[in-house]
């Protein structure tokens, strides 16, 4: 799925342009942690490359970044690759040694498309109307709703309704975090999700495991 030469340029005479993922599965992403910020993502980009030898992206983690640094996500194509940087456990950068760790995915929530409320889906929704998720008026009034002022439906400020920056949004991922914290015997054995650090109990909790893994 990831190179474009495994699809074909063509089928019944139709030219297909293959749109590739923008990122690997968890389990070939790692990350850089607390880059400084002085250095720049084309500098690390440059230096990345010259060491991993299948790179399909770099990219800096919005929610990571403060004043002074943030984490870069890798995804490597190899396998092989990403188990020996998760072994070295260290990748130097001007002169500088930074941690890396394993990429784990934050629990997913379900929003739903027509009311853009959290823990639903479209089909189970009681909204009468689709609320525009910018400006939470009905989706199918004559407005341009791609071009409409930005206030969310649920607090009144100012992002999507279905932003994380949502304090609605927030609660309800907080809520589901702690709901899995207290059945961590439901999870599937072996699965790991990422604790954002506004959800913490304590510093080193970083990861939600399964009771039944090991």
């Known amino acids: 799925m990831c190179n474009i030469n495994n699809y074909p340029t063509e ?17 070939n992403a790692i990350i850089l942690k607390f880059i400084d910020n002085t250095i720049k993502l ?4 440059l230096q ?18 403060t004043y002074r640094s943030r984490h870069i996500r890798i995804d490597l194509l190899s396998q092989d690759e990403c188990t020996s940087a998760l072994n070295s456990g260290k990748f130097a950068l001007r002169g500088h040694l930074y941690d890396v760790d394993e990429y784990l995915p934050s ?12 823990g639903h889906v479209e ?20 407005a341009d709703h791609k071009n409409c002022i930005i206030k969310c ?3 009144g400020e100012n992002h999507e309704a279905i932003s994380f920056k949502c304090n ?16 961590k015997h439901l999870l599937p054995a072996h699965i790991q999700f ?3 650090q506004q959800y913490r109990e304590y510093k080193g909790e970083k990861a939600l495991t399964s009771s039944k893994a090991g």
Do not use: W
């Open 123 to 142: 089909k189970n929704c009681k909204s009468t109307i689709e609320i525009c998720k910018r400006c939470g008026n009905d989706r199918h009034e004559d």
């Open 107 to 118: 629990p997913r929530i379900l929003i739903c498309n027509k009311c853009n409320s959290p």
């Open 194 to 196: 990422y604790i954002p």
């Open 42 to 45: 084309e500098d690390i980009q």
């Open 11 to 27: 089928i019944n005479n139709i030219k297909l342009t293959p749109v590739l993922p923008t990122k690997l599965p968890p389990r």
């Open 48 to 65: 990345v490359k010259e060491k991993l030898k299948s790179v399909y992206a770099i990219e800096e983690m919005m929610g990571t970044m």
């Open 153 to 155: 439906h649920h607090c």
């Open 168 to 183: 609605t949004i927030s609660k309800f991922r907080q809520n589901l975090l702690n709901k899995l914290k207290e059945n």
